[in-house]
DNA sequence: AACGGTAATATGTAGCTACTTAAAATGTCA
DNA sequence: TGACATTTTAAGTAGCTACATATTACCGTT
């Protein structure tokens, strides 16, 4: 048997952590260099680092060249969504997914499109509509817009057979992603649309995304009643 | 001037992303072990090992010992949200910030309490309801449920004074945190508290918190009309 | 005191070696 | 054939060195 005396990288971020919690280090002080908590804890400078690169991607420090380690001043929960593809987001909770194209059309994008892109100059885009069915009933209705400068291919892939959302996910990546959530009221026309009552309150979900500076795609996705999006793990 | 002929991680990663996107490897399909990555692109293997940890954090693949590395084979949209103490949040927005407890009870935790935490046993708890103010009007209100048991010291703690949101965050750690999003409309009450109609749509963000297992708190936050929610960057 | 260039410094990256560990693959025996 | 033990494999971790790079800090000049 023997005993593992090495320190893992998570045993050091874990003990730092614990250090700032217990009002130790406060926010905004600054903590002692890497070499020096290598040293006090009898470690390696990469072990260290790698317990402070993890610190600082969940937000609890910030790190800059020269400048050292410091508290993050403003403490924030820190969350990871997963935004799966429709379809295999209704098909994991058992349900058979359905899809329906109601619109696809070419148009010149209206301001508050070229808003979400912070464009002030006209581009051609696609409009499209879809829903997304569970079971046969309405589980998600896509107000979508696709810029045809970045992404000429879509007018190529048929819509009415496999969804923009997943065309998109599976072949264009991005380099920028953002991400709104926001809560409406059903509409006339949405209420149709999901099946719900005029008034009911909705979770609706806008996403934008980029390649290197370059539109691809903004979409609202609205909700059926009673949606509720969770984080991961 | 030196060329730097050395490879970065990032430029790595971004070659495998792209040998990906490419269709060359496809959702599901196994990637050339690390060690001949390395081999191909003339590099080490510590430099791939970095590079795929970074396409496994973003949900780009899966890794497994012995297993190897391989697409993953339900692409999603990984996004990471902040979410900042209220009063922080209040601020940066350029509000004055203001709070008012409305209710502070020890009490049993009910049934949907309890289902939060995933426990069946009931369980001593603070229940807490206090109102986030913005330049002296509503801006969220909190709905929550501390453990006593785990976080005893939250009695000495004068709720008037500082919120239970900004002590928690400060003072206590978490090794899981689950957050849930949903819209739903204002009743009765929450109208009156947040200066809303009845039936208006409010977007609420339930958020429960524990430290190895043991429960910590778990809270409702109600936002007031028109919130909206967005990714860090 | 304001400005600007230079040196100092803490983190970031890359490469190498060695060892650990989870889990898949294989072999063995009933 | 099926259950179980063993081997092998590929990723994970740790430690070391060397160098890169972004800032801060310092100092001298005007």
Redesign the pocket.
Known sequence: M?I?N???????RDEIHHEILSGRYGPGDR????????NQ?????????????DL?DIGLVE???????RVHPEPVTRATLDIPITRHEVEKKGGRYGYQLIMQEEMSAPRTVLAAFELTSPVSMLRIEALHLSDNRPYMLEDRWVCLDTVPEIRDVDLKIQSANEWLVLNRPYSRCDLRFYAISADQKMSEMLGAKIGDALLLIERSTWIDGAPITTVKTITTPGYQLLTSS
Do not use: E, F, H
């Not at 390696?44 to 690169?53: D, E, I, L």
């Open positions: 023997k593992t090495r320190l893992s990288w998570k045993y050091v903590l002692p260099r890497d070499a020096d908590i290598a804890l009898n470690c390696a400078r990469s072990t260290v680092q790698r317990a402070m690169q600082s790190r800059r060249r020269k400048g050292g380690t």
